[in-house]
């Protein structure tokens, strides 16, 4: 089974363009964009940083995100999908992805959810973020980094 992480994003902020651009300062090249009826897919970079990215249009979903953590459903319009490469260094392979995540969302204030294979991990709203170390995700040294200057709370249950 491949590991996927999910950015949900509130609000269509995200570009082809802002994410390519981020790719390119990070130094990467994405010569293979394949256009797909809601998105792209960036297939070019599999094996060089271990996996593959998706930007999709979610806006015409019926449905948000039911999540024992949130109040109301989360309503997205935009996902930013990573599926990881099984043959690909699991470890190092989030940590490029934190890096292209982390600092698109320097460069937007939409409020998100990343999830791993449907566990909701990050949790930004208004600004503020939260976390699920339920099962001690985040304890790894090299995915705290990414949050470790970050003002967190930790995500809870609704009651």
Same mark, same amino acid.
């Given at each position: 089974? &491949?590991? *996927?992480?999910? %950015?949900?994003?509130? =609000?269509?902020?995200?570009?082809?363009?802002?994410?390519?651009?981020?790719? *390119?300062?990070?130094?990467?090249?994405?010569?293979?964009?394949?256009?797909?009826?809601?998105? /792209?897919?960036? &297939?070019? %970079?599999?094996?060089? /940083?271990?996996?593959?990215?998706?930007?999709? =249009?979610?806006? =015409?979903?019926?449905?948000?995100?039911?999540?024992?953590?949130?109040?109301?459903?989360?309503?997205?319009?935009?996902?930013?999908?990573?599926?990881?490469?099984?043959?690909?260094?699991?470890?190092?392979?989030?940590?490029?992805?934190?890096? /292209? /995540?982390?600092?698109?969302?320097?460069?937007?204030?939409?409020?998100?959810?990343? %999830?791993?294979?449907?566990?909701?991990?990050?949790?930004? *709203?208004?600004?503020?973020?939260?976390?699920?170390?339920?099962?001690?995700?985040?304890?790894?040294?090299?995915?705290?980094?990414?949050?470790?200057?970050?003002?967190?709370?930790?995500?809870?249950?609704?009651?």
């Amino acid at each position: 089974m &491949a590991t *996927e992480y999910s %950015l949900k994003m509130e =609000d269509e902020t995200l570009t082809k363009e802002i994410l390519i651009n981020e790719m *390119e300062i990070l130094g990467y090249n994405c010569k293979e964009i394949i256009t797909l009826q809601k998105g /792209i897919q960036i &297939a070019d %970079l599999f094996n060089e /940083i271990g996996f593959y990215i998706f930007l999709m =249009d979610t806006s =015409d979903s019926l449905f948000g995100w039911e999540s024992e953590f949130l109040e109301n459903d989360f309503k997205n319009k935009q996902g930013l999908v990573f599926r990881l490469n099984n043959d690909y260094d699991t470890e190092k392979a989030v940590v490029n992805m934190f890096a /292209i /995540i982390f600092n698109l969302l320097n460069r937007t204030n939409t409020n998100v959810l990343l %999830l791993l294979n449907d566990v909701e991990i990050l949790y930004r *709203e208004n600004g503020d973020f939260y976390i699920n170390n339920k099962f001690g995700y985040w304890d790894n040294e090299s995915y705290h980094r990414f949050i470790e200057k970050l003002n967190y709370k930790t995500l809870k249950p609704v009651e």
